[in-house]
Protein backbone atom coordinates (compact mmCIF):
# COMPACT_ATOMS: atom_id res chain seq x y z
CA UNK A 1 0.00 0.00 0.00
CA UNK A 2 1.19 3.30 -0.74
CA UNK A 3 1.38 5.13 2.33
CA UNK A 4 2.47 9.04 3.36
CA UNK A 5 3.73 9.74 6.27
CA UNK A 6 3.48 13.65 7.32
CA UNK A 7 5.75 14.95 10.06
CA UNK A 8 9.01 11.85 10.33
CA UNK A 9 10.18 12.82 14.08
CA UNK A 10 9.19 9.80 17.10
CA UNK A 11 6.17 8.52 16.45
CA UNK A 12 5.99 9.26 12.39
CA UNK A 13 9.12 7.86 12.16
CA UNK A 14 8.22 4.63 14.34
CA UNK A 15 4.84 3.62 12.42
CA UNK A 16 7.01 3.81 8.99
CA UNK A 17 9.18 1.47 10.36
CA UNK A 18 6.80 -1.18 12.14
CA UNK A 19 4.27 -0.41 8.85
CA UNK A 20 7.39 -1.41 6.24
CA UNK A 21 8.45 -4.35 8.58
CA UNK A 22 4.72 -5.55 8.51
CA UNK A 23 4.32 -5.33 4.67
CA UNK A 24 1.59 -2.89 5.63
CA UNK A 25 3.29 -0.30 3.30
CA UNK A 26 4.89 -1.26 0.25
CA UNK A 27 5.85 2.09 -0.88
CA UNK A 28 6.73 5.04 1.87
CA UNK A 29 6.20 8.90 1.27
CA UNK A 30 7.81 11.30 3.84
CA UNK A 31 6.30 15.02 4.38
CA UNK A 32 8.30 17.12 6.78
CA UNK A 33 8.51 21.09 7.15
CA UNK A 34 11.88 20.48 8.32
CA UNK A 35 14.28 20.03 5.56
CA UNK A 36 16.76 18.38 8.00
CA UNK A 37 14.25 15.98 9.63
CA UNK A 38 13.62 15.41 5.64
CA UNK A 39 17.13 14.21 5.14
CA UNK A 40 17.35 12.35 8.22
CA UNK A 41 14.63 10.54 7.54
CA UNK A 42 15.79 9.98 4.05
CA UNK A 43 19.18 8.70 4.94
CA UNK A 44 18.52 6.52 7.83
CA UNK A 45 15.72 4.60 5.61
CA UNK A 46 12.22 5.40 6.90
CA UNK A 47 11.12 6.68 3.38
CA UNK A 48 11.83 6.07 0.76
CA UNK A 49 11.38 9.47 -0.69
CA UNK A 50 10.35 12.83 0.24
CA UNK A 51 7.47 14.67 -1.28
CA UNK A 52 6.02 18.70 -0.77
CA UNK A 53 2.65 18.01 1.14
CA UNK A 54 0.93 18.38 -1.98
CA UNK A 55 2.93 15.84 -4.11
CA UNK A 56 2.55 13.70 -1.05
CA UNK A 57 -0.75 13.48 -0.16
CA UNK A 58 -2.37 13.19 -4.10
CA UNK A 59 -2.63 9.71 -4.97
CA UNK A 60 -1.62 7.72 -1.99
CA UNK A 61 -4.09 5.08 -0.27
CA UNK A 62 -2.79 5.96 3.12
CA UNK A 63 -1.72 9.61 4.90
CA UNK A 64 -0.68 9.49 8.41
CA UNK A 65 -0.37 12.86 10.17
CA UNK A 66 1.93 12.77 12.89
CA UNK A 67 3.19 16.02 13.63
CA UNK A 68 2.27 18.52 16.59
CA UNK A 69 -1.52 18.99 17.30
CA UNK A 70 -1.43 22.93 16.52
CA UNK A 71 -0.04 22.21 13.35
CA UNK A 72 -2.71 19.75 12.63
CA UNK A 73 -5.32 22.28 13.15
CA UNK A 74 -3.89 23.58 9.54
CA UNK A 75 -2.66 20.43 7.96
CA UNK A 76 -5.30 18.00 8.47
CA UNK A 77 -7.74 20.38 6.60
CA UNK A 78 -5.29 20.88 3.92
CA UNK A 79 -4.71 17.35 3.43
CA UNK A 80 -8.38 17.06 2.86
CA UNK A 81 -8.62 19.31 0.62
CA UNK A 82 -6.41 18.05 -1.90
CA UNK A 83 -7.08 14.01 -1.26
CA UNK A 84 -8.85 12.09 -3.83
CA UNK A 85 -12.61 10.10 -2.55
CA UNK A 86 -10.88 6.51 -1.97
CA UNK A 87 -7.87 7.76 0.16
CA UNK A 88 -7.83 7.40 4.39
CA UNK A 89 -6.16 9.49 6.51
CA UNK A 90 -5.67 9.43 9.80
CA UNK A 91 -3.75 11.42 12.62
CA UNK A 92 -1.79 10.70 15.95
CA UNK A 93 -2.35 13.81 17.94
CA UNK A 94 -2.52 13.45 21.59
CA UNK A 95 -5.59 15.82 21.76
CA UNK A 96 -8.87 14.88 19.74
CA UNK A 97 -11.44 17.45 20.18
CA UNK A 98 -10.33 20.74 18.95
CA UNK A 99 -8.92 18.46 15.63
CA UNK A 100 -12.03 16.89 15.10
CA UNK A 101 -14.24 20.28 15.43
CA UNK A 102 -11.36 22.13 12.80
CA UNK A 103 -12.63 19.45 9.60
CA UNK A 104 -16.30 18.84 11.43
CA UNK A 105 -17.73 20.06 8.46
CA UNK A 106 -15.26 19.11 5.90
CA UNK A 107 -16.42 17.02 2.38
CA UNK A 108 -13.88 14.17 3.20
CA UNK A 109 -14.76 14.15 7.10
CA UNK A 110 -15.58 10.35 6.51
CA UNK A 111 -12.25 9.85 4.95
CA UNK A 112 -10.65 10.57 8.19
CA UNK A 113 -10.17 8.69 11.43
CA UNK A 114 -8.87 10.60 14.88
CA UNK A 115 -6.78 8.38 16.48
CA UNK A 116 -4.26 8.29 19.13
CA UNK A 117 -1.69 5.92 20.04
CA UNK A 118 -0.89 5.87 23.42
CA UNK A 119 2.95 5.57 23.17
CA UNK A 120 5.93 7.30 23.12
CA UNK A 121 9.25 8.31 24.73
CA UNK A 122 10.79 11.43 26.03
CA UNK A 123 12.98 11.73 22.93
CA UNK A 124 11.67 13.48 19.56
CA UNK A 125 13.54 13.85 15.85
CA UNK A 126 13.66 10.82 12.97
CA UNK A 127 16.54 9.55 15.16
CA UNK A 128 14.51 8.68 17.83
CA UNK A 129 12.11 6.46 15.95
CA UNK A 130 12.34 2.62 16.19
CA UNK A 131 10.76 -0.57 15.81
CA UNK A 132 7.74 -1.93 18.00
CA UNK A 133 7.50 0.96 20.07
CA UNK A 134 3.72 0.65 19.47
CA UNK A 135 4.02 -3.19 20.46
CA UNK A 136 1.09 -4.42 22.88
CA UNK A 137 -0.63 -0.60 23.32
CA UNK A 138 -3.60 0.86 23.25
CA UNK A 139 -4.65 3.05 20.45
CA UNK A 140 -8.06 4.63 20.57
CA UNK A 141 -10.31 5.43 18.08
CA UNK A 142 -13.06 8.05 18.30
CA UNK A 143 -16.11 9.26 16.65
CA UNK A 144 -16.38 6.03 14.34
CA UNK A 145 -19.66 6.70 13.21
CA UNK A 146 -18.62 10.06 11.25
CA UNK A 147 -15.99 8.21 9.37
CA UNK A 148 -16.56 5.87 6.83
CA UNK A 149 -16.44 2.28 7.51
CA UNK A 150 -13.92 1.23 4.62
CA UNK A 151 -11.73 3.80 6.11
CA UNK A 152 -12.17 2.94 10.28
CA UNK A 153 -11.38 -0.82 8.84
CA UNK A 154 -8.34 0.22 7.41
CA UNK A 155 -6.98 1.95 10.13
CA UNK A 156 -7.90 -0.84 12.44
CA UNK A 157 -5.90 -3.12 10.32
CA UNK A 158 -3.46 -0.83 10.46
CA UNK A 159 -2.99 -0.11 13.81
CA UNK A 160 -3.53 -4.06 14.51
CA UNK A 161 -0.24 -4.60 11.95
CA UNK A 162 1.76 -2.30 14.64
CA UNK A 163 0.55 -4.63 17.53
CA UNK A 164 -1.44 -2.09 18.76
CA UNK A 165 -5.18 -3.02 21.35
CA UNK A 166 -8.10 -1.05 20.24
CA UNK A 167 -10.29 1.40 22.23
CA UNK A 168 -13.22 2.96 20.98
CA UNK A 169 -14.65 6.27 22.41
CA UNK A 170 -15.52 9.83 21.84
CA UNK A 171 -13.54 12.98 21.05
CA UNK A 172 -14.49 13.98 24.23
CA UNK A 173 -14.04 11.15 26.32
CA UNK A 174 -10.35 10.46 25.02
CA UNK A 175 -9.49 13.86 25.85
CA UNK A 176 -10.98 13.44 29.47
CA UNK A 177 -8.83 10.03 29.96
CA UNK A 178 -6.00 11.27 28.61
CA UNK A 179 -5.42 14.12 30.40
CA UNK A 180 -5.85 11.97 33.55
CA UNK A 181 -3.25 9.23 32.46
CA UNK A 182 -0.88 11.09 30.23
CA UNK A 183 -1.10 15.08 30.26
CA UNK A 184 -0.97 15.23 34.07
CA UNK A 185 1.82 12.80 34.51
CA UNK A 186 3.81 15.26 32.00
CA UNK A 187 2.23 18.51 34.03
CA UNK A 188 3.55 16.44 37.63
CA UNK A 189 6.93 16.22 35.90
CA UNK A 190 7.89 19.50 34.66
CA UNK A 191 6.55 20.77 37.55
CA UNK A 192 8.64 18.59 39.51
CA UNK A 193 12.17 19.31 37.56
CA UNK A 194 11.03 22.73 38.29
CA UNK A 195 10.27 22.46 42.01
CA UNK A 196 13.45 20.76 41.99
CA UNK A 197 15.65 23.08 40.11
CA UNK A 198 14.60 26.09 41.94
CA UNK A 199 16.17 24.86 45.02
CA UNK A 200 19.61 26.87 45.83
CA UNK A 201 22.27 24.15 46.45
CA UNK A 202 21.07 22.39 43.25
CA UNK A 203 24.87 20.87 43.30
CA UNK A 204 24.08 18.32 45.51
CA UNK A 205 21.13 17.61 44.39
CA UNK A 206 21.92 16.82 41.02
CA UNK A 207 24.63 14.92 42.39
CA UNK A 208 22.65 12.43 44.40
CA UNK A 209 19.20 11.90 42.19
CA UNK A 210 18.84 8.64 42.19
CA UNK A 211 16.74 6.26 39.82
CA UNK A 212 13.33 7.14 41.98
CA UNK A 213 14.07 10.81 40.94
CA UNK A 214 15.16 10.03 37.17
CA UNK A 215 12.05 7.71 36.50
CA UNK A 216 9.92 10.77 38.13
CA UNK A 217 11.30 13.33 36.39
CA UNK A 218 11.49 11.40 32.78
CA UNK A 219 8.83 13.45 31.45
CA UNK A 220 9.88 16.86 31.88
CA UNK A 221 12.26 16.21 29.30
CA UNK A 222 9.47 16.10 26.03
CA UNK A 223 9.79 18.60 24.07
CA UNK A 224 7.59 22.12 24.69
CA UNK A 225 7.07 21.96 20.54
CA UNK A 226 4.72 18.98 21.04
CA UNK A 227 3.38 19.81 24.70
CA UNK A 228 2.83 23.28 25.00
CA UNK A 229 -0.19 22.42 22.01
CA UNK A 230 -1.59 20.02 23.85
CA UNK A 231 -2.03 21.88 27.06
CA UNK A 232 -3.43 24.41 24.98
CA UNK A 233 -6.08 22.14 23.07
CA UNK A 234 -7.06 20.50 26.28
CA UNK A 235 -6.63 22.95 28.90
CA UNK A 236 -10.03 22.67 30.59
CA UNK A 237 -9.37 18.74 31.27
CA UNK A 238 -5.74 19.16 32.22
CA UNK A 239 -6.74 21.89 34.42
CA UNK A 240 -9.22 19.34 36.45
CA UNK A 241 -6.61 17.15 36.78
CA UNK A 242 -4.35 19.70 38.04
CA UNK A 243 -6.98 20.07 40.41
CA UNK A 244 -7.21 16.64 41.31
CA UNK A 245 -4.11 16.26 41.56
CA UNK A 246 -3.06 19.05 43.76
CA UNK A 247 -5.98 18.37 46.24
CA UNK A 248 -4.53 15.00 46.80
CA UNK A 249 -1.12 16.40 47.09
CA UNK A 250 -2.10 18.66 49.92
CA UNK A 251 -4.23 16.19 51.51
CA UNK A 252 -0.86 14.16 51.63
CA UNK A 253 1.50 17.30 53.12
CA UNK A 254 -1.35 18.04 55.52
CA UNK A 255 -1.56 14.52 57.05
CA UNK A 256 1.78 14.21 57.37
CA UNK A 257 2.64 18.26 58.60
CA UNK A 258 -0.56 16.96 61.54
CA UNK A 259 1.51 13.85 62.02
CA UNK A 260 -2.27 11.74 61.42
CA UNK A 261 -0.18 8.13 61.04
CA UNK A 262 -3.09 6.80 60.38
CA UNK A 263 -4.18 8.15 57.51
CA UNK A 264 -0.86 8.88 56.04
CA UNK A 265 -0.66 4.79 56.03
CA UNK A 266 -3.83 4.69 54.54
CA UNK A 267 -3.27 7.03 51.61
CA UNK A 268 0.47 4.76 50.80
CA UNK A 269 -1.72 1.57 51.13
CA UNK A 270 -4.37 3.06 48.57
CA UNK A 271 -1.72 4.52 46.36
CA UNK A 272 0.46 0.86 46.53
CA UNK A 273 -2.80 -0.50 44.47
CA UNK A 274 -1.58 1.00 41.34
CA UNK A 275 0.68 -2.15 40.86
CA UNK A 276 -2.10 -4.55 40.56
CA UNK A 277 -3.64 -2.34 37.72
CA UNK A 278 -0.20 -1.49 36.25
CA UNK A 279 1.08 -5.04 36.22
CA UNK A 280 -1.95 -6.46 33.90
CA UNK A 281 -3.47 -7.73 36.75
CA UNK A 282 -6.66 -5.72 35.52
CA UNK A 283 -9.76 -7.53 34.36
CA UNK A 284 -10.50 -4.67 31.81
CA UNK A 285 -7.08 -5.29 30.02
CA UNK A 286 -7.56 -6.49 26.27
CA UNK A 287 -5.44 -8.05 24.66
CA UNK A 288 -4.61 -8.18 20.48
CA UNK A 289 -4.13 -11.63 20.35
CA UNK A 290 -7.92 -12.23 20.89
CA UNK A 291 -8.31 -9.73 18.38
CA UNK A 292 -10.70 -7.76 20.78
CA UNK A 293 -11.56 -4.30 21.30
CA UNK A 294 -13.08 -2.31 23.52
CA UNK A 295 -16.05 0.32 23.16
CA UNK A 296 -16.19 2.98 25.50
CA UNK A 297 -18.65 5.33 23.63
CA UNK A 298 -21.79 5.29 26.10
CA UNK B 1 35.91 -10.49 56.47
CA UNK B 2 33.24 -11.56 58.93
CA UNK B 3 30.23 -9.69 57.50
CA UNK B 4 26.71 -9.79 59.58
CA UNK B 5 23.79 -7.85 57.47
CA UNK B 6 20.57 -7.16 59.61
CA UNK B 7 17.84 -7.04 57.32
CA UNK B 8 17.60 -9.36 54.25
CA UNK B 9 15.36 -7.20 52.08
CA UNK B 10 15.93 -5.45 48.56
CA UNK B 11 18.86 -3.35 49.89
CA UNK B 12 20.64 -5.34 52.66
CA UNK B 13 20.17 -8.43 50.13
CA UNK B 14 21.95 -7.06 47.19
CA UNK B 15 24.45 -5.35 49.11
CA UNK B 16 25.37 -9.03 50.25
CA UNK B 17 25.38 -10.66 46.78
CA UNK B 18 28.04 -7.66 45.89
CA UNK B 19 29.67 -8.31 48.60
CA UNK B 20 30.76 -11.78 48.18
CA UNK B 21 30.91 -11.65 44.63
CA UNK B 22 33.86 -8.78 45.18
CA UNK B 23 35.15 -10.93 47.66
CA UNK B 24 34.91 -8.29 50.13
CA UNK B 25 33.06 -10.26 52.29
CA UNK B 26 33.96 -13.75 53.12
CA UNK B 27 31.70 -15.16 55.75
CA UNK B 28 28.32 -13.38 55.47
CA UNK B 29 25.53 -13.62 58.60
CA UNK B 30 22.19 -12.82 58.39
CA UNK B 31 19.64 -11.43 60.87
CA UNK B 32 16.41 -10.73 59.89
CA UNK B 33 12.90 -10.35 62.33
CA UNK B 34 11.19 -11.99 59.49
CA UNK B 35 11.88 -15.90 59.83
CA UNK B 36 9.94 -16.53 55.92
CA UNK B 37 12.33 -13.55 54.90
CA UNK B 38 15.61 -15.43 56.63
CA UNK B 39 14.74 -18.89 55.14
CA UNK B 40 14.38 -17.52 52.16
CA UNK B 41 17.54 -15.38 52.42
CA UNK B 42 19.04 -19.07 53.57
CA UNK B 43 17.67 -20.93 50.59
CA UNK B 44 18.78 -18.29 47.73
CA UNK B 45 21.87 -17.75 49.21
CA UNK B 46 22.31 -14.47 49.94
CA UNK B 47 23.64 -15.64 53.75
CA UNK B 48 25.60 -18.20 54.63
CA UNK B 49 23.70 -18.43 57.72
CA UNK B 50 21.04 -17.18 59.70
CA UNK B 51 21.39 -15.90 63.32
CA UNK B 52 19.74 -14.13 66.13
CA UNK B 53 20.77 -10.66 66.43
CA UNK B 54 22.83 -11.64 69.42
CA UNK B 55 24.47 -14.02 68.47
CA UNK B 56 24.62 -12.27 65.10
CA UNK B 57 26.85 -8.96 65.75
CA UNK B 58 29.20 -10.08 68.66
CA UNK B 59 32.27 -11.62 67.36
CA UNK B 60 32.04 -9.85 63.62
CA UNK B 61 34.05 -7.48 61.67
CA UNK B 62 31.12 -5.65 59.88
CA UNK B 63 27.52 -4.64 60.76
CA UNK B 64 25.68 -3.43 58.16
CA UNK B 65 21.52 -2.28 59.45
CA UNK B 66 19.19 -2.37 56.44
CA UNK B 67 15.74 -2.17 57.73
CA UNK B 68 12.54 0.37 57.79
CA UNK B 69 14.32 3.50 59.67
CA UNK B 70 11.86 3.07 62.74
CA UNK B 71 13.21 -0.04 63.67
CA UNK B 72 16.44 1.19 63.02
CA UNK B 73 16.06 3.26 66.47
CA UNK B 74 15.73 0.14 67.97
CA UNK B 75 18.13 -1.65 67.02
CA UNK B 76 21.30 0.24 65.83
CA UNK B 77 21.85 1.09 69.75
CA UNK B 78 21.12 -2.68 70.28
CA UNK B 79 23.52 -3.53 68.00
CA UNK B 80 25.84 -0.60 69.60
CA UNK B 81 25.31 -2.50 73.08
CA UNK B 82 26.65 -5.71 71.80
CA UNK B 83 29.33 -5.12 69.94
CA UNK B 84 33.07 -6.09 70.89
CA UNK B 85 35.55 -2.28 70.27
CA UNK B 86 36.86 -3.34 66.91
CA UNK B 87 33.82 -3.79 64.97
CA UNK B 88 32.37 -1.46 62.59
CA UNK B 89 28.38 -0.64 62.22
CA UNK B 90 26.52 0.88 59.63
CA UNK B 91 23.19 1.50 58.15
CA UNK B 92 21.67 2.15 54.91
CA UNK B 93 18.33 3.96 56.11
CA UNK B 94 17.44 7.09 53.97
CA UNK B 95 16.74 9.42 56.55
CA UNK B 96 19.66 10.22 59.10
CA UNK B 97 19.43 12.64 61.69
CA UNK B 98 17.16 10.96 64.07
CA UNK B 99 19.13 7.52 63.87
CA UNK B 100 22.26 9.69 64.55
CA UNK B 101 20.72 11.44 67.21
CA UNK B 102 19.29 8.31 68.88
CA UNK B 103 23.14 6.92 69.08
CA UNK B 104 24.59 10.01 69.81
CA UNK B 105 25.80 9.43 73.19
CA UNK B 106 26.55 5.79 72.88
CA UNK B 107 29.86 4.77 74.08
CA UNK B 108 30.93 3.02 70.86
CA UNK B 109 29.08 6.30 68.85
CA UNK B 110 32.42 6.21 66.81
CA UNK B 111 32.26 2.55 65.35
CA UNK B 112 29.34 3.67 63.52
CA UNK B 113 29.12 5.42 60.28
CA UNK B 114 25.86 6.73 59.21
CA UNK B 115 25.42 5.90 55.13
CA UNK B 116 22.41 6.02 52.65
CA UNK B 117 23.13 4.14 49.60
CA UNK B 118 21.67 6.43 46.69
CA UNK B 119 19.49 2.99 44.81
CA UNK B 120 16.68 1.03 45.07
CA UNK B 121 13.75 -0.46 43.02
CA UNK B 122 10.06 -0.56 44.04
CA UNK B 123 10.40 -4.08 44.91
CA UNK B 124 11.28 -5.01 48.25
CA UNK B 125 12.08 -8.47 50.17
CA UNK B 126 15.16 -11.20 49.80
CA UNK B 127 13.74 -12.27 46.21
CA UNK B 128 14.05 -8.87 44.80
CA UNK B 129 17.72 -8.43 46.17
CA UNK B 130 20.12 -8.33 42.89
CA UNK B 131 23.63 -7.94 41.77
CA UNK B 132 25.05 -4.78 40.68
CA UNK B 133 22.03 -2.45 42.19
CA UNK B 134 24.34 0.01 43.52
CA UNK B 135 27.14 0.53 40.74
CA UNK B 136 27.81 3.89 39.67
CA UNK B 137 25.69 5.09 41.98
CA UNK B 138 26.09 7.74 45.08
CA UNK B 139 26.59 6.86 48.51
CA UNK B 140 25.90 9.55 51.36
CA UNK B 141 28.28 9.35 54.37
CA UNK B 142 27.24 11.64 57.00
CA UNK B 143 28.93 13.17 59.79
CA UNK B 144 31.93 11.73 59.64
CA UNK B 145 33.90 13.31 62.01
CA UNK B 146 31.59 11.66 64.61
CA UNK B 147 33.58 8.22 63.70
CA UNK B 148 36.82 6.62 64.09
CA UNK B 149 39.04 6.94 60.99
CA UNK B 150 39.24 3.16 60.98
CA UNK B 151 35.65 2.71 60.62
CA UNK B 152 35.26 5.67 57.76
CA UNK B 153 38.01 3.98 56.09
CA UNK B 154 36.49 0.37 56.27
CA UNK B 155 33.13 1.70 54.74
CA UNK B 156 34.80 3.72 52.04
CA UNK B 157 36.12 0.81 50.99
CA UNK B 158 32.78 -1.25 51.41
CA UNK B 159 31.14 1.21 49.10
CA UNK B 160 33.90 1.45 46.64
CA UNK B 161 33.71 -2.28 46.14
CA UNK B 162 29.88 -2.01 45.46
CA UNK B 163 31.14 0.41 42.80
CA UNK B 164 29.53 3.19 44.81
CA UNK B 165 30.99 6.94 44.39
CA UNK B 166 31.04 8.64 47.97
CA UNK B 167 29.49 12.56 48.77
CA UNK B 168 30.42 13.48 52.57
CA UNK B 169 27.86 15.93 54.40
CA UNK B 170 26.10 16.27 57.92
CA UNK B 171 22.83 14.15 58.57
CA UNK B 172 20.87 17.52 58.78
CA UNK B 173 21.95 18.36 55.14
CA UNK B 174 21.56 14.95 53.75
CA UNK B 175 17.97 15.00 54.86
CA UNK B 176 17.17 18.24 53.36
CA UNK B 177 18.84 17.20 49.87
CA UNK B 178 16.87 13.31 50.20
CA UNK B 179 14.00 15.14 50.87
CA UNK B 180 13.66 17.20 47.52
CA UNK B 181 15.51 14.08 45.14
CA UNK B 182 13.82 11.20 47.02
CA UNK B 183 11.24 11.95 49.48
CA UNK B 184 9.41 14.08 47.44
CA UNK B 185 9.56 12.07 44.33
CA UNK B 186 7.90 9.31 45.86
CA UNK B 187 5.16 11.74 47.41
CA UNK B 188 4.19 13.01 44.51
CA UNK B 189 3.63 9.31 42.84
CA UNK B 190 1.63 8.43 45.77
CA UNK B 191 -0.37 11.70 45.43
CA UNK B 192 -0.60 10.92 41.46
CA UNK B 193 -1.93 7.28 42.02
CA UNK B 194 -4.44 8.43 44.14
CA UNK B 195 -5.53 11.35 42.35
CA UNK B 196 -5.75 8.67 39.39
CA UNK B 197 -7.71 6.31 40.94
CA UNK B 198 -10.03 8.11 42.84
CA UNK B 199 -11.42 9.12 39.31
CA UNK B 200 -14.94 7.56 38.08
CA UNK B 201 -13.91 5.80 35.07
CA UNK B 202 -10.80 4.45 36.39
CA UNK B 203 -11.81 1.09 34.18
CA UNK B 204 -11.00 3.30 31.14
CA UNK B 205 -8.25 5.04 32.91
CA UNK B 206 -6.07 1.84 33.61
CA UNK B 207 -6.52 0.15 29.86
CA UNK B 208 -5.18 3.26 28.98
CA UNK B 209 -2.09 3.37 30.98
CA UNK B 210 0.56 4.63 29.22
CA UNK B 211 4.26 4.33 29.36
CA UNK B 212 4.47 8.12 30.67
CA UNK B 213 2.11 7.15 33.28
CA UNK B 214 3.76 3.77 34.11
CA UNK B 215 7.38 5.53 34.73
CA UNK B 216 5.55 8.26 36.77
CA UNK B 217 4.01 6.83 39.39
CA UNK B 218 6.11 3.56 39.66
CA UNK B 219 7.45 4.99 42.90
CA UNK B 220 3.81 5.01 44.24
CA UNK B 221 4.47 1.18 44.04
CA UNK B 222 6.93 1.75 47.19
CA UNK B 223 6.34 -0.55 50.52
CA UNK B 224 4.25 1.66 53.21
CA UNK B 225 6.58 -0.53 55.57
CA UNK B 226 9.80 1.19 54.34
CA UNK B 227 8.40 4.55 53.56
CA UNK B 228 5.52 5.95 56.30
CA UNK B 229 8.52 5.98 59.00
CA UNK B 230 10.94 7.81 56.20
CA UNK B 231 8.42 10.51 55.95
CA UNK B 232 7.62 10.26 59.80
CA UNK B 233 11.48 10.79 60.27
CA UNK B 234 12.30 13.74 57.65
CA UNK B 235 8.78 15.28 58.11
CA UNK B 236 9.95 18.76 58.34
CA UNK B 237 11.89 18.55 54.70
CA UNK B 238 9.50 16.36 53.20
CA UNK B 239 6.90 19.15 54.19
CA UNK B 240 9.01 21.81 52.77
CA UNK B 241 9.95 20.04 49.68
CA UNK B 242 6.48 18.94 48.63
CA UNK B 243 5.65 23.12 49.52
CA UNK B 244 7.80 24.15 47.08
CA UNK B 245 6.19 21.40 44.63
CA UNK B 246 3.09 22.22 45.24
CA UNK B 247 3.18 26.11 44.32
CA UNK B 248 5.21 25.10 41.13
CA UNK B 249 1.83 23.15 40.12
CA UNK B 250 -0.03 25.62 41.15
CA UNK B 251 1.94 28.31 38.92
CA UNK B 252 1.26 25.12 36.03
CA UNK B 253 -2.18 25.47 36.26
CA UNK B 254 -2.40 28.52 37.04
CA UNK B 255 -0.68 29.58 33.74
CA UNK B 256 -2.47 26.98 31.60
CA UNK B 257 -6.34 28.70 33.30
CA UNK B 258 -5.24 32.51 31.94
CA UNK B 259 -4.11 31.19 28.85
CA UNK B 260 -0.05 32.90 29.76
CA UNK B 261 1.08 30.95 26.10
CA UNK B 262 4.56 32.86 26.91
CA UNK B 263 5.11 31.54 30.69
CA UNK B 264 4.24 28.28 30.16
CA UNK B 265 6.78 27.94 27.37
CA UNK B 266 9.12 29.15 29.68
CA UNK B 267 7.71 26.56 32.34
CA UNK B 268 8.52 23.65 30.45
CA UNK B 269 11.61 24.98 28.83
CA UNK B 270 13.17 25.40 31.87
CA UNK B 271 11.75 21.87 33.09
CA UNK B 272 13.44 20.89 30.34
CA UNK B 273 16.99 21.45 31.14
CA UNK B 274 16.97 18.41 33.69
CA UNK B 275 17.55 16.52 30.66
CA UNK B 276 21.00 17.63 30.52
CA UNK B 277 21.46 17.15 34.08
CA UNK B 278 20.24 13.56 33.95
CA UNK B 279 22.16 12.70 31.23
CA UNK B 280 25.18 12.99 32.84
CA UNK B 281 26.42 16.55 31.14
CA UNK B 282 26.61 17.54 35.05
CA UNK B 283 29.81 19.21 35.57
CA UNK B 284 29.48 18.24 39.37
CA UNK B 285 29.09 14.76 38.68
CA UNK B 286 32.06 12.43 40.43
CA UNK B 287 32.90 9.31 39.22
CA UNK B 288 34.30 6.36 40.82
CA UNK B 289 36.91 5.44 38.63
CA UNK B 290 38.73 8.42 39.73
CA UNK B 291 38.55 7.59 43.10
CA UNK B 292 37.20 11.58 44.07
CA UNK B 293 34.79 11.85 46.26
CA UNK B 294 33.22 14.89 47.21
CA UNK B 295 32.79 16.85 50.67
CA UNK B 296 29.23 19.04 51.05
CA UNK B 297 29.78 19.92 54.42
CA UNK B 298 30.11 23.75 54.68
Keep these: MKTTVIGLGLIGGSIARDLRKSG ?38 LVIIAIPVNMELIVLPKVL ?19 VDSVRNHKRRRN ?17 AHEGLFQNKIAILCDQEDSGPQHV ?16 MTADEQDHSTAFVSHLPHAAAYALANAVQAKADRNIIFDLASGGFRSTVRLAKSSA ?9 NRKYVVESLNVYIKHLIEFRDCMQ ?9 LIQNANKIRGVLEGQNPH ?14
Design 112 to 128: YIPAHPMSGTENSGPAA
Design 81 to 99: DLIGSSTTVTDMGSTKKQI
Design 153 to 168: ALIEKMLQSLGMDIAY
Design 225 to 233: TMWHPIFQQ
Design 285 to 298: FVKNEQKITKLYTK
Design 258 to 266: DEDDEKMAA
Design 24 to 61: FATELIGVDASEEHASEALKIGLVDRIETLENGVIDTD
